[in-house]
């Protein structure tokens, strides 16, 4: 079967978790790894594996264009700003995994078929991965008029560009939860947390239902699917506890356990970003290559 | 006129006393307070959410009065004092600091755990750029040996702090404990170290006199002991103390004695003690802000609220973790033996 090529640009732990993934996808085939150290651990990695690794960042990319038609950006949201413009000009469709938000916005269980077109695609942050299914399976029962997100994650897991970042993580998540969501509004928090043995990501979600639409039964059904939903492709993704309700609140404890790829199992918010990247970019490229054939 | 001071006293209570009353401060009651501390001479005076701008929350609590209404009240009666206000990287942004120094407020506390303080740089630029005077506010300090203490506030002085300050936010510190700190600092930074304890040992003031020998020039107390769990220093207690030691403060000891007693007091339903609860937070090392959220999951549950308290300090749970709470006393309640030793 034929396969769409692909690069990553970035090569810290998000990057080279990524890697790790994109060798198993059956239509995605990496062939570039992006990176500005030529020491650091990804780019040794990628050398390992026998990608082509390019040390001088998105230059050394543009120079060769044809290594890829879907970039993925893994770098930071100010880096990405730059990288947009110049891959939309060289024509190449890029994933977005910084909190940037340039691009379109992309939950794969809640709007995995829109914006494919789009030539940038944001996956907001991990956190607003591992969270927005749930305010969405409580909003597509009862109208979601608050909802707040709280997401810790170990500091291990936590790269200098996620702290470099981390307005943008709460700002971008917050616009994640309305838009994709469907919040009427949003709100976002997160914590490191240094402990060890690390601990594993875990996020909490508070969703404000309108007065007198509160189902307990609907929404805890709905909450259960949604994370059948998310299990499909990312494994470690779990229901803590039931969820608990308080008069119009109702409150989700999750739980997100990496495949292991990269970073040991605890860094499940590496895992739940790269996993809906992979999962974007595969539907994308069953898309062109439907077109092609 | 100028006051000469030997050690600069912060008052935050309009902050760290939200967590103690719920988040409930009116306008009424913060335009009062500030104006009372103003007229005492009180130098920095920080206002936010307890858990700072942008804590109002379902986690946290939700304000009854936004903060920056809060902010703008304290700036307009205060002709001398300067508004401090608190941020916490992951809680609050950049957009809710450039809106309180638009209102006025001149110092700008940026608050990590122990270990994060590489976070911050963002948030303490921004504050230098619009003129404030920065803090880096290394919260949980007992967590951590004093070398990663030490490495984690000259981070701080690098990214362009004016002050490190060792925060106590479970007050579990012991008073030789702070003094080897303090020292450590005082002789790896340049710039002025300060001290933010907590009563639940009934250690605070015994840790900020410990700081003040140490080299500590800033010091930060809740009037009436008006701060999360057992409270601060004292502050009005601390200025009488600071005279007897002959150091000065420039707060005038009656009028801060009188508002304390006039004016803060009947703002707490009950006055501030050291409490089961809040003993238990300074001996397992766990948050302050905690307390009430630890007791109102305990009667939800119908568990032992110094149990979850005991449990959240096991596993290392940090400020700002307010769900883990629930979380415990549900797993307290489900299965009270595992959990118990």
Known sequence: MPKVKVAIIGSGNIGTDLMMKLARSDVLELTAMIGIDPESDGLQRAKEQGYEVIDTGIKGFLAKPDLADIVFDATSAKAHIRHARLLKEAGKKVLDLTPAAVGPFVIPPVNLGENLDAPNINLITCGGQATIPMVHAVNRVSPVNYAEIVATISSKSAGPGTRANIDEFTQTTSRGIEEIGGAKKGKAIIILNPAEPPILMRDTVYAVVEDGTMDEEKITKSIEEMAKSVQSYVPGYRLRTQPIFEGNRVTVFLEVEGAGDYLPKYSGNLDIMTAAAVKVAEELARNQLIVHQ | ?341
């Open chain 2, 1 to 341: 006129m100028t006051i000469n001071r030997d050690i600069v006293i912060t008052e935050v209570a309009l902050r760290d006393g939200s967590h103690a009353i719920g988040h409930q401060y009116t306008i009424e009651q913060v335009t009062a307070v500030a104006k009372a501390l103003d007229e005492a001479n009180v130098p920095y005076i920080e206002v936010a959410h307890g858990d700072g701008l942008g804590g109002s929350s379902q986690q946290y609590g939700v304000s009854l009065t936004d903060e920056m209404e809060l902010i703008e009240a304290a700036v307009s009666v205060c002709k001398k004092a300067k508004i401090a206000v608190l941020l916490l990287p992951g809680i609050g942004t950049m957009k809710e600091l450039r809106q309180a120094a638009s209102i006025g407020a001149k110092m700008a506390r940026i608050a990590t755990h122990v270990t994060e303080a590489d976070v911050a740089p963002q948030h303490i630029n921004l504050a230098k750029e619009l003129g404030m005077e920065t803090v880096g506010f290394l919260m949980m300090s007992h967590m951590v040996p004093t070398k990663k203490l030490v490495e984690q506030a000259k981070l701080m002085e690098k990214y362009g702090a004016d002050t490190v300050y060792v925060v106590d936010s479970a007050g579990a510190f012991l008073p030789h404990e702070v003094r080897e700190r303090i020292e450590a600092l005082r002789q790896a930074l340049d710039v002025n170290i300060g001290f933010h304890g907590h009563n639940n040992l009934s250690l605070a003031m015994a840790n900020s006199l410990a700081a003040i020998e140490a080299g500590a020039t800033k010091i930060d107390g809740s009037v009436r002991c008006l701060g999360a769990g057992a409270g601060n220093t004292q502050t009005e207690v601390l200025v009488a103390v600071l005279e007897r030691l002959g150091l000065k403060s420039g707060i005038d000891l009656y009028k801060m004695m009188d508002l304390a007693e006039t004016i803060v007091a009947p703002i707490l339903k009950t006055p501030q003690e050291i409490t089961r609860n809040s003993l238990v937070l300074g001996y397992a090392g766990v948050y302050s802000s905690f307390l009430l959220h630890s007791q109102r999951a305990a009667e939800r549950f119908n568990v032992d609220s110094r149990d979850i308290l005991i449990e959240l300090g096991k596993r290392k749970v940090i400020g700002g973790q307010e769900d883990m709470i629930l979380d415990v006393a549900a797993q307290i309640a489900e299965n009270p033996i595992s959990v118990k030793k």
